[in-house]
């Protein structure tokens, strides 16, 4: 039950290599025009909920007044009034000292999560979250939920297309929505991750994201950490030391394929790292099938993956040699409102399970998709370091 131990002590020594060039950052002022552009990505707008973290410092003290200012860490779409999210400080024309997430529902309508922090509250490096599951904005300072508002519907986010900004809003004034401070590893999530997740990967940098997962270490150039989104710096940004923070690249590789028919496939993903000690591991699938369309579902665990000679099942591409199978946990429902399914699987404190490997999967009744009313995801093999 070891065979990427090898594996994981290889990645780990990697890390450690690179970890020279790591901890830096962007740095921008409000007042003086400045940003990263990204083109439009899927990931960006995810239809099963949204995380959105930052590391960050804000100088609230220099945040210029007199006119509207509205300091922004992330926004997705930069036309005005069509902005899908928005991450940022509205700091008005008077420095007010207001964190926002705001979403854009199915209904056309924004809604908020505000957090009024201190005087200096984000002078240090801070690390902020925001998250939203279809009806409930919350806003997380260093892993705490600070903030939280109910919507009044259960919507997925908007979908408005267009560009992606880190550090900058819209363009209609330019320089009044630069943030006045240094950004560091932004992350998108394709779901509303929880307090323990979120507070488990707060001082990491993460490496080898997978699962629809999008990282901007900012750590000498501006593209996401996969190469496939790359960022168009605009203005004046500049890169400098940021915050010190863990180099971590867990130990994941995607195996088979989503059996689904419809064109939303089940996808599965981690939302902390694997680590030794981490209570807060857990296992999500993303597109599931709703309630209304599922009775029931089901996560496997197996100790290896399946080899090439091993039969579809069922019409299912299973991701684990069957005769390996090590337990199978029933879930119904199979998913929440906007098709998502997690399994807890907190990791003890104990070494001697560094390098011990599992394959995880998800499957599903499903009255709309799937062969014979099944329903896969794709499979996941993790190492745990």
């Known amino acids: 039950m070891h065979p990427l131990r090898s594996v994981s002590l290889l990645a780990l020594l990697v890390g450690s290599a690179s970890a020279v060039a790591q901890n830096q950052a962007i740095q921008l002022s409000t007042g003086v025009d400045g940003g990263v552009a990204y083109a439009f990505d899927a990931r960006m707008v995810p239809a099963t909920g949204i995380t ?91 892993g705490s939920q600070v903030a939280l508002y109910t919507t009044p519907l259960l919507s997925e986010v908007q979908d408005n297309g267009g560009v992606m900004r880190i550090g900058n809003g819209d363009p209609v004034a330019p320089g009044h929505e630069s943030w006045n401070g240094t950004i560091d590893e932004v992350r998108i999530w394709p779901m509303a991750r929880t307090a323990a997740e979120i507070a488990a990967s707060a001082g990491q940098e993460l490496n080898g994201m997978t699962g629809g997962v999008l990282v901007f270490p900012m750590n000498g150039n501006h593209d996401s950490s996969d190469g496939t989104v790359v960022g168009a710096p605009f203005g004046t940004v500049a890169f400098t030391a940021g915050s010190t923070l863990t180099p971590v690249a867990p130990l994941l590789f ?58 579809i099942v069922l019409g299912l591409d299973i991701a684990f040699d069957l005769t390996t199978l090590l337990a199978s946990v029933v879930l119904a429902p199979p998913t929440d409102a906007l098709g998502n399914a997690r399994f807890a699987l907190p990791i003890p404190n104990q070494p001697n399970l560094v390098g011990v490997s599992f394959v995880f999967q998800f499957a599903f009744f499903d009255s709309q998709c799937g062969p014979q009313g099944l329903t896969a995801s794709d499979g996941l093999l993790f190492a745990i370091q």
Not at 110 to 137: K, N, P, R
Not at 259 to 285: D, R
Not at 298 to 308: K, L, Q
């Open 52 to 142: 959105v973290e930052a590391v960050i410092t804000y100088n609230d003290s220099t945040v210029p007044t007199g006119l509207n200012y509205w300091p922004t860490i992330a926004r997705q779409n930069i036309t005005p009034n069509q902005e899908s999210w928005n991450f940022r400080v509205s700091a008005g024309n008077n420095g007010t000292r207001n964190l926002n997430f705001i979403v854009r529902a199915s209904n056309n309508a924004l809604y908020s999560a505000s957090y009024f922090f201190a005087v200096g509250e984000f002078t240090t490096a801070t690390h902020v979250a925001a998250t939203y599951d279809g009806q409930v904005i919350r806003l997380f300072k260093n």
């Open 254 to 311: 995607p195996l088979a394929t989503p059996s689904s028919t419809c064109t939303q496939k089940p996808g599965i993903l981690v939302g902390s790292a694997p680590q030794v000690g981490n209570t807060a591991f857990q296992f999500w699938c993303v597109r599931g099938p709703r309630p209304a369309n599922s009775p029931a579902g089901a996560v496997f665990a197996g100790a290896s993956p399946a080899p090439p000679t091993q039969p």
